[in-house]
């Protein structure tokens, strides 16, 4: 029994570490969806009057220009928390417990099935203008996709812990992944506005 236990730890001891790298097919999907995200949502309001990008389907409900303004202030926000993790030492559990995030993120966020309250610093003021925020958005995509595309840092052993208990500890590679995969989720909310019987034609 002991010596069956002592072979169990050294076997175990000898198994390589995981790599916290990003692999070559993680860093070319996560580049594939920061382009089509982009260029769906362009599609959806490139075309837009102002009317309609102004227009509210309900007093409660966001207009297409407030989702592109919560779009723009959640990629920056985003972002931040990739930094953070970076900053942050390694965590030693980080394979353990970050297991399988990334696969649920890729599940749930594109999807508007579940509905979640924004944090009010990435919910819509309304001081940008339409303008500002196109603008904007463009300067931090392209940031997001050099990051992407030169980075070289193990991004998975490096983790902060997301504020919605559904997600827990995420690592920076997952913390990533959300700025694409919730812009899709918004996109989505876009075509459910112009979708919005008395939206302007």
Known sequence: MYLTLILGLIAAALLPAADAHMSREEREKAIRWLN????????????LSDEQWKWKPAPER??????????????GALFGRVREALANPPNPDWEKKTAGKAEFL??????????AQA?????????LTRAEIMSRYAEVREKSLRFIEETQASLKDHTVEHPFPVFNTLNAYQWFIYIPLHNMRHDKQIEEVKATPGFPK
């Not at 995200?37 to 075309?47: A, H, I």
């Not at 944090?119 to 001081?127: A, F, K, S, Y």
Request: net charge negative.
């Open 62 to 75: 966001w207009s297409v220009g407030e989702v592109a303004e919560h779009i723009l202030l959640s990629e």
């Open 119 to 127: 944090p009010e610093e990435i919910q819509p003021r309304g001081n």
């Open 36 to 47: 089509e995200s982009r260029t769906e949502f362009l599609q959806l309001v490139q075309d």
């Open 106 to 115: 890729e599940k749930v966020m594109p999807s508007r099935v579940r509905r």
